[in-house]
Nanobody, 122 residues
Framework: QVQLVESGGGLVQAGDSLRLSCTAS????????VGWFRQAPRAKREFVAA????????RYADSMKGRFTISRDNANDTAYLQVNSLKPEDTAVYYC???????????????WGRGTQVTVSS
C-alpha cells in the first residue's frame, strides 16, 4: 500500500512557476512509477507526465512538453512536477498516482492522491 499526498498548488499569476510535490508513505515507493494527471473544471482528467521507478525514463503528453518537468527523489519518497510559464488554461486539480509502469493511462495506476489545486490568473 502506498499513500500519496500532493502539495505545492495555489493561486498564481500567468507566467509564474510552481513545483508540485507528491509525497508517499507506506512501502516501497522506489519500486513504483509515478504519473501526474490534471483535471480542469468540466473537463476530463488528462495525462501530464510520468516517470519510472528509478527516474531514468520520463514521458510527457505532447501538449506538456517544454514547460513541465517530472522528477523524483526516492531517498525522500517524493516526486515532483515543475511547471514553468503558467497559463490560465493550466488551472486544474493536479493529481499524482503510483503504478507499475510510467503509463499515460490513468486506469493503469494503483494508487492516487487527493490532488492539489492550481489556479492561474491572467
Amino acid at each position: 500500500q502506498v499513500q500519496l499526498v500532493e502539495s505545492g498548488g495555489g493561486l498564481v499569476q500567468a507566467g509564474d512557476s510552481l513545483r508540485l510535490s507528491c509525497t508517499a508513505s507506506g512501502s516501497n515507493f522506489n519500486t513504483y512509477a509515478v504519473g501526474w494527471f490534471r483535471q480542469a473544471p468540466r473537463a476530463k482528467r488528462e495525462f501530464v507526465a510520468a516517470i519510472n521507478w528509478s527516474g531514468s525514463d520520463t514521458r510527457y503528453a505532447d501538449s506538456m512538453k517544454g514547460r513541465f518537468t517530472i522528477s523524483r527523489d526516492n531517498a525522500n519518497d517524493t516526486a515532483y512536477l515543475q511547471v514553468n510559464s503558467l497559463k490560465p488554461e493550466d488551472t486544474a486539480v493536479y493529481y499524482c498516482a503510483a503504478g507499475f509502469a510510467a503509463q499515460d493511462v490513468g486506469a493503469l495506476y494503483d494508487y492516487w492522491g487527493r490532488g492539489t489545486q492550481v489556479t492561474v490568473s491572467s
